[in-house]
């Protein structure tokens, strides 16, 4: 019988969480987080992680099973989550996953990019560059060698910046071009159901979010972590500016202004990248899950 991965994807605050729990209960099935920051044990509520009843409602796996000091990149949860695929095709015939993070997602449901070898100096010349001259100078390095890339990765997360401008340097061509080659094909279905709104509507449900976040204590959550503040993981939206405020550099209206705004940024660059999938079927962030449900029941047999 034909196994069938149903891949939900979508900006951030617009309800993935929510209905991947109800379609896995319909499909009596386990849910795979592809979400990359949701990873880690140790960031709950600046992560949107789902909550301790959502998690008691369906089987989650990759949520919180990593810590901030682990070195774990999208090749490891490409290998992880295909062996999860694997175990979890022997009994049920759907599974569902879901996560904003387009290239965790793709990792999965189209697999890696390959890409060739480049000489180690160029990372630590970039890693250099990184500390003396900070992240900006490299976005517009790679504004300026690789547009596309610019425009469609998280260009806040300085591992991705380097990562595609190693290749630009080392290679002469740009990190966008060995993307999206032939690749293994999967030996399961991949179904993509896409969420979204109207812009407006999203960044104020990111808005809200926010709101929320810090109502349920994000500051505290952040002020724990503050000793590790040096870690990539902690490298992210909702955290990086909080720690400018626990710094004394900023006051604390204006970090969660900027918690907004990134995050908003961040949502356009979820959209433009799942809009290059084709085979998304959108449905409206307020479609009835019965429709969503009779959808996905005519595709698979």
Partial sequence: MTKFLISIVGPTAIGKTALSIKLAQHFNTEIISADSRQFFK????????????????AKHHFIHHKSINDNYNVGAFEKDALQCLETLFKTKDVVIMVGGSGLYVDAVTKGLDDFPE????????LNTDLETKGLPYL?????????????TMAIDNPHRVIRALEICIGTGNPYSSFLNKDKLKRNFKIMTIGLTADRPIIYNRINQRVDVMMQAGLLKEVETLLP??????????GYKELFHYLNGEWELDFAISEIKKNTRRFAKRQLTWFKKNDTILWFDYLADTATIIESIEYKIP
């Fill in 118 to 125: 480049v000489d180690s100096q160029i990372r630590e010349t």
């Fill in 139 to 151: 976005q517009e390095q790679l504004k300026t060698l690789d547009l596309e890339s610019y425009n």
């Fill in 228 to 237: 590790h503040q040096h870690l990539n993981a902690l490298n992210t939206v």
């Fill in 42 to 57: 140790e960031m709950h509520i600046g992560t949107a992680a789902p909550t301790k009843d959502e998690l008691g409602t």
